[in-house]
């Protein structure tokens, strides 16, 4: 187990690109938080990328993708002397634990994930890959390397967790303790996309960026969709699964101003332009600070590289003493210790 007195945390995004209003709603807001109550670890997951974006053009883009992901958590405000980004393809000893605890789940367990099957339906995957079938092992894996306590993720992704938690007490009871068993932090909030058909993603282009620059807001604003069943700003409308005011309710602090909009909007008394001129304004508020942050840390050349160049060596360094616990309580280490010992007292023999 760790020695350190506090818990550790593991969470981390899949190197797709930059982040969005939808990231800091789901998870990024949490991070916040939990860089001064726990010890985190951020994954860059390329690895699991590979489950659904395997192309040469993919893997070529991880780098510059993990920039502008670790480039928009130092936006917002996460502190890099308080976490450790590291790029998972870079941890060899994630692959080997992979293999060491892959005998601790079945098959039909991980077939069972509704989650695999919807990510391999999005994907359009006519087949089952193994990578994707054994993708909630290789998420234990990367929970389990660094002994975390606390792993944050959304409720579809919560039964995985699960399995680490299976997988763990299973380890523990075959070979020794070795892991804690991880609970999962359920976060909270999903935010709408700006055409209030799906959730937030950059796929759909429903998405407003962490990093983007005014106009963009402003554009994507204007085109946000309202009540359709109103068709002048005389007719009252409804508040209720209005894509704008769900994005006032979270983004606009001024809950009086706010509650103004509503009122005025359910009697037919203001307009579209105003409530998005007025989110807008919230808006630019909310990331003019990130934007400006952003610039501080794009302006120090090599300093997102060297960060997780770093965090990465920190986290090999992590894996490695797990990995020696593993294979120790395995008896592993046993084993190659008796074959070293009798090599070299045969060599030794015959230098004689």
């Known amino acids: 187990m760790t020695t ?22 789901g998870s990024l807001r949490h991070r916040l938080r939990f860089q001064d109550e726990y010890e985190c670890f951020f994954i860059i997951a390329d690895l699991h990328m590979l489950t659904t974006k395997p192309s040469k053009e993919d893997i070529y883009a991880i780098g510059e993708n993990a920039r502008q992901i670790v480039l928009d958590h130092l936006a917002i405000g996460i502190d890099p002397a308080k976490v450790t980004f590291y790029l998972q393809s870079a941890v060899h000893e994630i692959y080997e634990l992979q293999l060491l605890i892959s005998g601790l789940v079945t098959v039909e367990r991980l077939q069972q994930l509704p989650t695999i099957k919807d990510m391999a339906a999005a994907a359009h995957l006519e087949q089952m890959p193994y990578n994707l079938l054994g993708y909630p092992v290789l998420q234990s894996a990367d929970i389990l390397m660094p002994r975390a306590h606390l792993v944050p993720v959304g409720k579809d992704n919560e039964s995985h967790v699960e399995i680490t938690r299976q997988i763990a007490r299973r380890f523990n009871n075959l070979y020794g303790e070795v892991f804690p068993e991880p609970d999962a932090y359920v976060e909270g909030g999903t935010l709408v996309g700006t055409d209030g058909q799906a959730k937030m993603s950059k796929s759909l282009g429903n998405a407003i960026l962490l990093s983007d620059d005014s106009r963009t807001v402003r554009k994507q604003i204007n085109g946000m969709y309202t009540d359709p069943n109103r068709i002048s700003a005389d007719i009252p409308g409804n508040v209720e699964g209005n894509p704008v005011f769900a994005y006032h309710d979270i983004f606009n602090p001024n809950v009086a101003e706010m509650e103004d909009l509503k009122e005025r909007y359910r009697a037919g008394r203001v307009g579209d332009v105003e409530v998005k001129e007025k989110l807008f304004v919230a808006l630019e508020n909310f990331l003019n600070p990130i934007r400006e942050r952003r610039a501080e840390y794009e302006a120090q050349t090599g300093y997102v590289d060297e960060l997780l160049y770093e965090g990465t060596l920190r986290a090999r360094e992590e894996a490695q003493a797990t990995l020696i616990e593993v294979k120790k309580a395995m008896g592993f280490t046993g084993v190659w210790n008796r074959i070293r010992r009798s090599a070299e007292k045969r060599q030794k023999k015959v230098e004689n």
């Open 4 to 25: 350190n007195s506090r818990k550790r945390i593991l969470t981390g995004d899949r190197p797709t690109g930059k982040l969005h209003l939808g990231h800091y709603v």
